[in-house]
Each structure stands twice: as C-alpha cells, then as structure tokens.
C-alpha cells in the first residue's frame, strides 16, 4: 500500500464515523419529522446509509488491494453527494418557508397581542378612571349623608350651616365658603356663617337682592362664576372685605327650596379652578341640601315662636280667667297665685318633671273656676250654707271638669280643678276618691288651699297665726290630706 493509499484510507475513517452519527441523528429526528417531509427524509438516511457503504467499499479496497476501478466508484460518490446536497437544499429551502411562514404567523400572533394588549391597557384606564369616578361619587354619597346627619341633629341654623361649610368646601375641592342668608322683609343677603378664611371681613357681608355677584345669583336663579377676581375686582363688590385673602376663583349659587330662595351659597379658591360637569353636579345637590337645612331651620324657629306665643296667650288667658273669678270676691284677691305657688314648691319637693310642674299650675289657677256656675246669693253669703247651698257649691269641681275638659290643652290640668275636694279618707266630694286615688297634684293642692285659706283674713273669721294653721293640717294628716304629703308641705312652706 503506498503512502497515498494509507493516507486516503486514514482520512475516510473519521468521515464514515460522521456518516455513522449522522444515520443515528436521523433515525432519531425521523418521528418528528412532518408527513410532508418524511418521504424527502427517507432519501436523505438512504443517501448517508449509501455513502456509509460506499465508504466501507473504499477501505476494503485499500486494505485488501482489491482491483476495482475506483473511478467507478468516486463517480457515484459524487453522483450521489450531488443529490444529497439536493435533498439537504431542498429541505433547508422547505425549512425556510416554514420557519417564514411560522414567523408570519407570529407577526399576526404579536399583532393581535399588541392590539390585545392595547385593548386591555384602554380597558384597564377606562377601569381606573371607573373606579376613580366612583370613589368620587361615593366620597359625594358620603358627604352627602354627612349633611342629611348634621341638618336632623341640629336645628340651630347657624351651627347647621357652619357644619355643613366644613363637610362641602374641602370635597370641592375649594379653600374657603360663605353661606348669606335672604331676609324677606330687606330684601338683603345677610352674611350666615362662613369656613376656611384667614380673616373675618366676610362676616360683614351684606348685598342687596339684584345687586353683586351674590345678589345677582339669588335673583335670577343662576351660578354666578367669576374665573379671576384679581383681574375682575369690580365683578365681586365686596373684594375689601377679602382683599387679603388672594382668592382667583369664585362661585355663588342659590341656594332655593320650595321653590323660594333661602340664601346664597359662596366658595373661594386660591388657584385658577376649572370645574367639570360631575362637579357642578356635585355642587347643585349640595346647594339642595344647604337650602332644605336653612328651610327647616327657619320652619323650626318659626314653629318655636308660633309655640311661645300660643302659651304665653293660653297663660294669659289662664290668669285673666282666675283673676275673673277673684273680681267676684274681693276677699281672695291674690289667693289664687298665692295658692300656685305653694303647690309649685311642694311638687318640685317631691320631684314633679318639668312639663307636669306646668300643667300644676294651671290647674291651681283654674282650681275655682267651676265656681263661675255658682250664684253670688251662695258664694258671697256671710253666714254658713244651707244644705241645698252646699250641694250647689260642691257641684262646681263637676262644673270645672265639664268647662276644661273639650280643651285638649287644658286635659293634663284637670286633676286639680276637678279633684281639690277629694279627702284622703274617701269623705270628700265630688266622687269620693280615697288614698292615692287622688292625684297627686291635687292632693298636693289641696293642702296648699286650706293653708292659704286659714292664714288669711276671711271677712266671717280672722286669719289664723302660723302655728295653729301647722296644728290643723298635721290634725287632718290621714283624714283630709295624704300623711306623708303634709310633711313635704309644711317642710317647705
């Protein structure tokens, strides 16, 4: 074998080891090659399984010194590298337009996804800005209800209003907020209650209907906004009174419920303010609130003047009746309020509530006023009554009650113009209640009377001095009057 021979037989052992590994690749990949491509394939192993053959040939040769004409065989080496290198190109190209066309694929894919992911990211702003709004409206809610809290806790108009100015002006967003009131009879916007200013010169605010930004917005039902009061100082009439304070934006709107204008509500920003929709809105239903607030308010005071008057005119008429029935004897002049008195201190001896306390003493100033029934021959005799006398006069507690009860007012004070004659024995007139079958306010009355009674100058007896009229009643301590009462009395008086 000569040098050459040796040398091209060395060479082709690492190549057939290639060939070898190259069979063993491909057998391995064949199960994943695609339908379209398996018949390509097999011509592809059957090319390296020839090439492995044709490389065994070719040592065989070498080693054994075979006489073959190698020609022959190089020529279909080349022969079939040529169509190996075909397939391998063929393949590649196939490969190529898959892999092209799987990149297409994934460009439509990415595309979509982009435009996905476009979607989701306008979604998710939409979202935010949703949920943003809606933090907002339930801020708004808040407030609101807040409001609806302030105005049925309290019914004191200006607390109600400095209340409701600290719950709205910072959820607007706003510095400061004054609240004019509308005097109907002035016709001016008078200054209400105000928050969040540094000074106190809007407190002496005051602008007349029709006239100023408030005036104007009070009279033709409408927001009045003035974008800079630095540049427009003429716009707001009152910029004196917050010259210091360096407002830019204002905003005034009526404040109307029921259709009248109840005042005007003003709020101050120190920066420029661009207000959207939502927040108009927002503002109009708060001036709805602020408007029901004053109405009820001013309902309110309203209805608590209407309530003193009415009770100062029943007690005026109270007092004019029993001071009526002491004309007919002058004897008892003053006996009536003395008597009131008395009773007053020993209810509020035993602890009588306040609102019982009042119905007391109307009914110990109309104690006697059944005694209008009775004749002046029987109620201004000097001397003792007859027997038929008597049963006239003990009519009159079924007079009073007759007279007092058809007024709803006077029912709760009917115990004592009806019961003061009742005895704790049961001997009185005119049902003959026994015990505590008598009220309390006319058991209380009833010692009061008789106290007040015999210490005045009767014109048929003198008046009694203070120990003996003491001695009497502690006598009638659980005949006429209630035991433990007559302690009470006499502890007081």
């Known amino acids: ?29 064949y199960r994943q090659v695609p339908l379209s491509l398996q018949r390509r394939w ?30 022959l065989i190089a020529g279909l080496v080349f022969l079939g590298g040529a169509f190996f290198v075909f397939l391998v190109i063929s393949l590649s190209r196939t490969t190529i337009e898959k892999v092209r066309e799987t990149d297409r694929e994934i460009s439509k894919v990415n595309a979509s996804l982009l435009a996905k992911n476009k979607e989701l990211e306008e979604e998710v702003v939409a979202r935010m ?133 109840k005042g005007v509500l003003e709020i101050f920003c120190r920066s420029r303010f661009s207000p959207d929709s939502e927040w108009f809105d927002f503002l109009e239903a708060l001036s709805i609130q602020a408007a029901i607030a004053i109405d009820n308010a001013t309902l309110f005071r309203k209805l608590q003047e209407s309530n003193i008057e009415l009770t100062l005119a029943y007690d005026t008429t109270i007092e004019g009746w029993s001071k009526a029935l002491e004309l007919r004897d002058s004897e008892t002049e003053g006996h009536t309020q003395r008597v009131a008195e008395l009773t007053l201190k020993a209810a509020c001896a035993v602890g009588m509530h306040e609102e019982e306390l009042d119905h007391v003493r109307r009914g ?27 049963q006239e006069m003990r009519q009159h507690p079924v007079v009073a009650f007759r007279l007092l009860a058809p007024i709803h ?37 009833a010692i009061a009377d008789s106290w007040d009674a015999l210490i005045s100058q009767r014109r048929y007896r003198e008046a009694w001095s203070r120990e003996k009229v003491v001695e009497h009643i502690r006598a009638q301590a659980g005949r006429q009057f209630d035991p433990e009462l007559v302690e009470i009395f006499l502890s007081v008086v």
């Open 42 to 71: 097999q011509f592809l192993a059957g090319l390296i399984v020839f090439f492995i053959l044709g490389y065994i040939l070719f040592v065989v040769i070498q080693l054994r010194q075979v006489f073959f004409p190698l020609e």
């Open 1 to 29: 074998m000569t040098v050459s021979q040796l040398l091209s037989t060395l060479l082709v052992f690492p190549g057939l080891v290639f060939l070898v590994a190259a069979a063993l690749v491909c057998a391995r990949t």
């Open 409 to 445: 007012y006077l029912r709760p004070a009917l115990d004592i113009p009806y019961c003061h004659h009742e005895w704790w024995d049961g001997s009185g007139y005119p049902r003959g209640l026994k015990g505590e079958q008598i009220p309390l306010a006319a058991r209380l009355f």
């Open 364 to 390: 110990a100033l109309l104690h006697d006023i059944g005694k209008m029934a009775v004749a002046d021959s029987i109620l201004l005799k000097p001397g003792p009554l007859s027997e038929a006398e008597q």
């Open 129 to 261: 800005e949703a949920e943003s709004r809606a933090r907002v409206r339930l801020q708004h809610l808040t407030t609101l209800h807040a409001i609806d809290m302030v105005i049925t806790a309290s019914l004191d108009l200006r607390l109600t209003m400095k209340l409701f100015l600290e719950q709205t002006v910072p959820q607007l967003g706003m510095d400061a907020g004054a609240i004019l009131l509308l005097n109907p009879h002035t016709q001016f916007l008078d200054y209400g209650a105000d928050w969040g200013f540094d000074g106190i010169g809007i407190r002496k605010s005051r602008e007349r209907l029709g006239e100023g930004s408030a005036g104007l917005a009070a009279f033709e039902r409408r927001t009045v906004q003035i974008a800079d009061l630095s540049r427009e100082p003429k716009s707001f009439i009152r910029h004196d009174l917050v010259r210091d304070e360096q407002f830019k934006t204002y905003l005034a709107l009526p404040l109307i419920a029921k259709g009248q204008v």
